[in-house]
């Protein structure tokens, strides 16, 4: 055989050579294919998103936009919009301008894997209607379940920038839209990954603005407790009742021309049990001006005098202030409210002592199991010699 059509022999590093052009073929087009993919996922996340949102059952949504960032394992919601199928509500459910859910790193340092949710600029719409199809009262639990889709992770913490709650009824007269802004949430530690062994190891702040007043609330909690456990107090000082005089009208058949509204409480709960209180207080009131109100009806005319009266009957006049405590213990499902507290209460502020407007400090998650031993009577509560020292 000529030696010219003998086979000829692959050198070692040729073979070397191939080896590497080999591989640098298929990493190139493992390179390509990522990138390619990774131009197409925020759009087969969209889609995703947006199928699981058209799901829902009486809704419809759409988000506008997703942008990823998994280097840092999180992805942008924005533009998301909820709305009521049917045409009926001219608002949506729920909007916002940008949803961002991501691994909370701050808790891999305390050996969590969890997630995190930022809510930038969102509005809820409850609105009250004649029928179903014109309402929209309900948080639906398939929300709940579309929220553990979107992040597959345990939730561990939770905050909202510049909220909103609107409460509109389309249908009363006048026209109510009565709204709370500037809604700040921060819940932290939901999944426990710190302060295993504290009783309440969650933590809820919040705060809003609401008509000329501010709405402040602090919460500890047990979130991974089925049955619930929290220490919860909030107070809300300053609304302007004239700014809400459309509600006042629609529903009371009256309106103002003076006053601010607060309202103080504290509550506890543990093992199927909860304590606390609620206490209203109304400054400065004036019902009715016989002179702007001249061409109102004599029948609302009277109605308007007869809630002035009574104002004025109930009234502090030291603190000008109309104010009562309603005192609630109980099963945590269908607690007791104690009719006497608040008529003691009322007659207390009004001839013996004006309650302080502010927060007691009397109510935590240790009084909770001294609920049903402290039984005290109706004059017990109106000479309540504690709280009037206070």
């Known amino acids: 055989m000529n030696s010219k059509n003998k086979p000829m022999k692959t050198t070692a590093s040729e073979f070397k050579r191939k080896h590497r052009l080999r591989w640098k073929r298929i990493l190139l087009i493992t390179v390509v294919v990522l990138i390619v993919f990774r131009l197409f996922l925020p759009y087969i996340v969209l889609n995703i998103v ?47 301008d940008v949803i961002d859910l991501s691994i909370e790193w701050k808790a891999l340092f305390n050996g969590g894997l969890v997630g995190e949710i930022e809510v930038s600029r969102p509005i809820l719409n409850f609105v009250k209607g004649p029928t179903e199809a014109t309402s929209q009262t309900k948080i639906d639990k398939e929300w709940q379940d579309i929220v553990n889709e979107l992040m597959p992770l345990k939730l561990n913490r939770f905050e909202i920038f510049e909220g909103e709650i609107h409460y509109l009824d389309y249908h009363s007269s006048p026209k109510v839209d009565v709204f709370t802004k500037n809604i700040h949430i921060l819940a932290e530690n939901l999944s426990n990954v710190t302060d ?60 103002v021309q003076k006053g601010t509204f607060g309202v103080y409480t504290e509550a506890a709960a543990k093992d199927g049990k909860i304590i606390g209180y609620t206490k209203p207080i109304i400054k400065d009131l004036d019902v009715i001006e016989w002179e702007q109100e001249k061409e109102d009806p004599l029948t609302q005319k009277l109605w308007e005098s007869i809630i002035g009266f009574g104002g004025w009957i109930f009234k502090n006049k030291s603190e000008d202030q109309v104010a009562t405590e309603i005192q609630f213990e109980g099963v945590l499902k269908d607690p007791n409210v104690d009719i006497f507290s608040i008529i003691g209460g009322t007659l207390r502020n009004a001839f013996i002592e004006a309650l302080y407007p502010s927060l007691e400090q009397t109510i935590n998650i240790n009084t909770v199991e001294k609920a049903e031993v402290k039984k005290e009577g109706f004059l017990n509560k109106l000479f309540d010699k504690k709280k009037s020292e206070k």
């Open 50 to 96: 947006n199928d699981k949102l058209a799901n829902i059952k009486g809704y419809t949504g759409h988000v506008v936009d997703i942008d990823l960032a998994l280097i840092v394992g999180s992805y942008k919601i924005k533009d998301i919009k909820l709305e009521k199928t049917g045409g009926k509500i001219p608002v949506p459910f729920f909007a916002a």
């Open 196 to 255: 295993s062994t504290n009783l309440l190891p969650s933590t809820v702040t919040g705060s809003a603005s609401i008509y000329g007043g501010k709405a402040t609330m602090n919460m500890k909690l047990d979130a991974l407790n089925k049955v619930p456990t929290f220490d919860i107090n909030a107070e809300m000082k300053g609304l302007n009742l004239v700014e809400v005089n459309d509600f006042l009208k629609a529903y009371g058949n009256f309106d």
